[in-house]
């Protein structure tokens, strides 16, 4: 078993900046990767970004302009930067690995961009 733990979740105002943090855990696992997940009330669980233990990252759409995903896989950690938060940023981030050939998630840290 894998476990993921996220932290860094929280209310910001909108244009502020939040940094999460994600780090996994558990016996005989290796990583290959590992990313963030956001759901948004009443909609679907949607791919933020994405880091191979290589280093190779993959984003949604035009986030990139706007977050950055970094960490060491070998470590079991990532991290996803978030900057100029807008209020449709506002969803559940989740973290992800995958390993031993399944895929493992955390619980889950609120992020609200409010004023």
């Known amino acids: 078993q894998v476990q993921l733990v996220e932290s860094g979740g929280g209310l910001v105002q909108p244009g502020g900046s939040l940094r999460l943090a994600c780090v996994a855990s558990?016996?005989?696992?290796?990583?290959?990767?590992m990313g963030w997940y956001r759901q948004a009330p009443g909609k679907e669980r949607e791919q933020v970004a994405l880091?191979?233990?290589?280093?190779?990252?993959n984003y949604a759409g035009n986030l990139k302009s706007r977050f950055t995903i970094s960490g060491d896989i070998a470590k079991n950690t990532v991290y996803l930067q978030m900057t100029g938060l807008k209020p449709e940023d506002t969803a559940v981030y989740y973290c992800?690995?995958?390993?031993?050939?399944?895929?493992?998630w955390g619980q889950g840290t609120q992020v609200t961009v409010s004023s």
């Open positions: 880091m191979t233990r290589g280093g190779d990252t």
């Open positions: 992800a690995g995958a390993a031993n050939g399944g895929v493992y």
């Open positions: 558990g016996t005989s696992f290796r990583l290959n990767g």
